[in-house]
């Protein structure tokens, strides 16, 4: 009997690449809050879920390949659709639309919900392992 680990870790695995992404943008935002004209943006977690939740509907969860030797390609798709300008609440006079405190606190948040699904995750494998050896 083969082990599906796409049914034993469910969502879980793609939620951490996806954490992994947005702590990328959310840095980005944080590197770039002096730059004039610099637009903040972030990644809709719910938009991305919806686009996955169709997708495995359709059956048409993985990329399509084009030659052989390519490999096929597992986890989200981020696109643009994900991908949002962050609106401000208050405009700067260089245009600049970071906010530099609410960016600290979405990556501080992001990166403690990275670390939850790492755990989650390492707690799966280990049931897994412990399964696989009688324990």
Known sequence: MSISFEKALGIHQQALSFRAQRGEVLANNIANADTPNYKARDLDFSAVLAQQADKQAQGAFHAAT?????????GFDMGDAALKYRIPFQAAIDQNTVDAQLEQANYTENAMQFQASFTLLNSKFNGLTKALRGE
């Open 66 to 74: 084009t030659h052989e030797r390519h490999i096929e390609a597992d």
